[in-house]
């Protein structure tokens, strides 16, 4: 099957540095004021554990060769209040 064409690099807003100027912005937010956040993307502490238990249920997933349920891990799969 041919190819329709030639692949093209994604837009968007690229910075200097790591990921894009993204390790900047990061740096500037915890380290200093926090820029705007004008699409809401902005993660809450909430959402930080979150990312936590899902590389926990990663990691015991890898160790035992079976699936692990968040649930099972104490975090409910339902959407948490924001807490930003």
Request: net charge negative.
């Amino acid at each position: 099957m041919p190819i329709p064409a030639a692949p093209a690099a994604p837009g968007g807003h690229g910075g200097h540095g790591g990921h894009g100027g993204g390790d900047a912005m990061l740096l500037d937010d915890v380290f200093r004021a926090p820029a705007g956040d004008p699409l809401h993307r902005r993660a809450g502490f909430l959402d930080g554990a979150a990312s936590v238990m899902v590389g926990i249920a990663g990691n015991e997933s890898l160790r035992t060769a079976r699936a692990v349920c968040l649930e099972d891990l104490g975090l409910s799969s339902a959407p948490a209040a924001d807490h930003r």
